[in-house]
RNA sequence: GCCGCGUUGGUCAAGGGGUUAAGACGCUUCCCUUUCACGGAAGAGUCACGGGUUCGAUUCCCGUACGUGGUACCA
């Protein structure tokens, strides 16, 4: 058996959809088991959708998901250009071939023509509007002129372009991994157009050739190709051959949390979260778009979270890492129905994968987020420290700002309501003696400081608990965060002395 | 409109002719903790509808409804 070859074929024209990451993990899972490699394949065939920078983008994406392509436009490879606009001339002579058997023709319509045709079509009450067996016989195209008016247009140069011939009354099926066998009838495929005016390939065209010359074997993509897929089929059976053809499987969509349809970048907006991979800027409007990454996900969760989007192991298992991916998945488990995305289910994926990742695994990530806050870290040992006391806490990397901040620098506020209304002389005095105490310790672990914090607190007979809330205002600045004492050990005598001090002043 | 694909709790989903129809997210309650989380326990909530086939259908078949995709010289 050859060995197995997928791709991921993005357009340039904009930021990395979810949607298109899990495409990329699908195709990336499905090779990796089957130790093949993973191609990517730049699909830039539309030069007025081309968008500066959006190539590079797409890259960086894949990089920051920990997902090397083997062969691609920055790998290169044994198949380069993985560029379709640099293979410009090879599809050509594809769609002269097709001409020359007769299963293509050119067609010189204009746009307009077109339209009236259209127009045309709706007042006979036909159900299909479509350009096909039935309507091609009226139009301008070389099947209906004759040779020597076809040969005239061409000599002089008229816009044309090259369209599939698809017969009337014929069948075509074919299996999808997925979906199991289809068939189309190709009374209701239309004559898509192959080769556009100005000498590009369309989609239809370019991936099959491309599919053909790269040796791709299976072929993944997105489950809005199904209508299509006759198209392909057609042309591999013209071009290169049934036999030669990928194996198929289209994806299911992610659909809207609330509505209905296919996820959007606009649905994220509206419902605040995050579609794209990471942050895209478009460089037309200079509107930036957040991304997974940037919100704070790390990209083990992110990609963990994608693969329960559509497959399921069929396990009790949730949490993946990319290798138990690999081993568990198989296409055959993939889902035929769309799935609608939900953000909190992300938001736990995240949160599984904080607290699984050690806290030294952690600490160069959380370094870069508290960085962007201008809380600038310097001593890692001390940072790790701290992360492993709060990151159970923290969902998404950006919180390790407000759960870790206290640990660094004295809290600007205090949640002075949740104490001063049981404030008391008593309480006071408490704290005072306190001080006097734990600096006379030789010991200042979390064991020490609780035991001389309760003895004091029996001697005055309060409860430790009313005076343990107050020292936590007075340590963190507010109602959350680890144990008391594990923060006092952890911030230092000098500091929980200080901080205490500062808060006796305001609580009078 | 036409064509394709789909339909298990609010969401992700396992299962698949006979089951108390898994599990997860979210939600509610309780325990732990005089903080917030974590952890633990419990709870509410489901097989779209109508016909078949069958001793028996959530599971198979056919319709209907609904959803979704396509219907571009976009991918």
Redesign the pocket.
Known sequence: MSKVRVRF???P?GGLHLGGVRTVLFNYLFAKKQDGSFIVRV?D??Q??YVEGAEKYIFDCLAWCGIAADESVIAGGPYAPYRQSERKDLYRQYAEKLVQDGNAYY?????EE?ETM?EFLKTTGS?????DHNSRSRMNNSLRLLPEETQALLNSGT???IRIKVNANETVQFTDMI??D????TN???D??LL???G?????L?VVVDDYLMKITHAFRG??????APIHILLWKYLFGLHNMPHWAHL??I???D????LSKRDGDRLGFPVYAMDWTDPKTGDTTKGFKELGFLPEAFLNMLA?????P???Q?IFSMDELIQSFSMD?V????????F??A??FN??WI?KLSASTLAPLVTNTLAQKNLQITDNDYLVKVVDLVK???TLLTDFYEQAGYFFKAPLTLDEAAVKPKWTTEKNNFFEEFIIRIVAAENFDSAAIETIFKELATEKNI????L??PM?IML?G???????FDIATTIGKEQTIARIKTALEIFK
């Open positions: 074929a993005p357009s024209t699909e065939t539309d007025s959708r067609a010189f319509d204009t746009p077109i259209r159900g299909s509007l479509q350009y816009p044309h372009v979906r199991g289809i068939t189309v009838d209701n495929v239309d898509k157009v556009k005016a100005d590009m390939p369309t989609y239809h370019a489950e809005e190709w199904v209508p299509s299911p969509l659909l809207k949390p509505g209905n349809g296919k329960m989007l559509g497959w399921n069929g396990t009790e949730e488990r889902h035929t129905s769309g799935a609608k995305f939900d909190e289910k938001k736990w949160h599984e607290k159970e806490r923290c409860k430790p608990g009313e343990q809330l936590r963190v507010a109602k959350f965060g680890p144990g008391v």
